[in-house]
């Protein structure tokens, strides 16, 4: 019998702190939705906003799964990359449940399910998502990288970068008037997109630290820029004064703000570390050989 998987052991099969609490705090998201749903804190259709913060929930911990080969290059962290696995199963995970949910709001009707599917553009969309992320997971096993072979793997799997965009598309479409979370989105997308870019253009080399600090410092920027284009071509709004929103607390803070705030803290931490490595005296001792006899 097959022994049942243990996803807070390491590959030596030893408890991994990381991987246990990252575990651990998956199942949180679902549980508080499932508190707040049970207790009636979840407005006047309560189901429809479980299913839309179960649905938000997919794509945090989708990008999560992401942004873990950044990270643990750039913070030289490189037992960050246990997770990334199973943050993409978790992320299926939630889509399955954001499905389900939609079932249960159609009364169980499959039928309806499947037309509104056919006939909403956005939930449409949301399907190609939902098999792209299902074919991700039942390709995520060590015995499917056994089959594929690496190469063939890898390939498959930088196809969650599509993944990403239509989940995101889905989420801006069926947002309708809020576009404050997909737009913040829609940033810190951008910025995965763009490291993986410059990982392609320095090829085995590791990405330089510059390159990365003006990937961040333009996060903010672009994404000010793409909501000020958004806005003036659906609303006829001009984009001088939803660009000037972004230096105005009037409306709130801005997802510009928001955006470069997130991606600004790897990347100081990574400037820090490499700040505090250079100040390190070199050694200038030569390394006495293992079994050899010191004087």
Do not use: C
């Amino acid at each position: 019998m097959q022994a049942l998987p243990r996803p807070w052991l390491d590959p030596s099969r030893r408890v991994s702190a990381l991987k246990t609490v990252v575990f651990a705090g998956l199942f949180l998201p679902a549980l508080w939705v499932a508190y707040r749903f049970a207790t009636d804190r979840l407005g006047a259709r309560p189901l429809n906003e479980a299913l839309l913060e179960v649905g938000q929930w997919t794509l945090r911990i989708l990008f999560l799964a992401l942004a873990v080969s950044p990270l643990s290059r750039m913070l030289a962290w490189p037992r960050l990359a246990l997770v990334r696995r199973m943050l993409g199963v978790a992320a299926f995970a939630y889509v399955v449940l954001h499905l389900s949910l939609y079932i249960v709001s159609e009364a169980f009707d499959l039928g309806t399910v499947a037309s509104e599917i056919l006939k909403r553009v956005y939930l449409s969309i949301g399907f190609l998502a939902w098999l792209g992320l299902a074919a991700l997971a039942a390709t995520s096993t060590d015995d499917m990288v056994r089959r594929l072979g690496a190469r063939r793997w890898q390939a498959l799997h930088r196809f969650v970068y599509l993944v990403g965009a239509f989940g995101l598309v889905h989420f801006f479409l069926q947002s309708k008037l809020d576009e404050w979370e997909p737009t913040v989105m829609i940033g810190l997308f951008a910025w995965l997109v763009g490291w993986r870019a410059l990982a392609w253009i320095f090829g085995r080399r590791p990405v330089p630290l510059w390159s990365v600090v003006l990937l961040s410092l333009a996060a903010g920027p672009f994404i000010a820029t793409l909501e000020a284009v958004y806005f003036h071509l659906a609303y006829h709004v001009a984009v001088a004064r939803v660009l000037a929103a972004n230096f105005s607390l009037d409306t709130g803070v801005r997802p510009s703000w928001v955006v470069a705030a997130i991606v600004a803290l790897p990347t100081v931490l990574a400037v820090a570390r490499a700040a505090v490595r250079s100040l390190r005296p070199a050694s200038t001792e030569r390394p006495v050989a293992r079994g050899a006899i010191s004087n």
